[in-house]
């Protein structure tokens, strides 16, 4: 079994599978691993128990929202990121370093946590476009990640970085 595992939107994943969706990869899953397909005859078909996963987990974009407006009415400012770093199951926002970075990070951990999203926190990538004074701040359901496809396949899998 083969299948790419990323932290880019579909577009970027698309253009990373070119030439190979159509036999290869069995799988995808891209937007931080929320947005998981196998791959059948050259369609994205989301399984049913990813679907359901999801479900459960209590993940809903007004949780999404809740969370942004009371990180803002404490006056920390998030920025929301270009539409096309949304996707169905994830929210992106830029985060500009402040000296309160730490605490504001723990306090937001534990206010995704009491709304059943899970929140990762990345160094922005000046060299991808991003802002280089910021962090990437990304709200997914708390069932999905990378890792959380990893281990759907178990020992099927390899992990191949570059």
């Not at 397909?37 to 993940?59: F, N």
């Not at 991003?130 to 359901?141: K, N, T």
Request: glycine share 6%.
């Amino acid at each position: 079994m083969l299948g790419l595992i990323t932290g880019t939107n579909l577009c970027s994943a698309l253009r990373k599978a070119d030439g190979y969706i159509s036999h290869s990869p069995n799988f995808l899953c891209y937007s931080l691993g929320p947005e998981l397909y196998w791959i059948r005859e050259g369609k994205l078909v989301m399984p049913d128990s990813w679907a359901e996963r999801i479900g459960k987990s209590g993940y809903r974009y007004e949780n999404v929202d809740e969370i942004v407006k009371t990180i803002h009415d404490r006056g920390i400012v998030l920025v929301k990121q270009p539409d096309d770093y949304q996707s169905q199951y994830k929210r992106c926002f830029y985060y500009r370093i402040r000296e309160d970075m730490q605490l504001d990070f723990d306090w937001i951990d534990t206010l995704s946590r009491k709304f059943q999203v899970r929140m990762l926190f990345t160094k922005c990538n000046p060299a991808a476009g991003d802002p280089s004074d910021s962090y990437d701040v990304e709200f997914i359901p708390c069932c999905c990640g990378k890792d959380e496809a990893v281990s759907l396949f178990g020992c099927q899998c390899r992990h191949y970085s570059h």
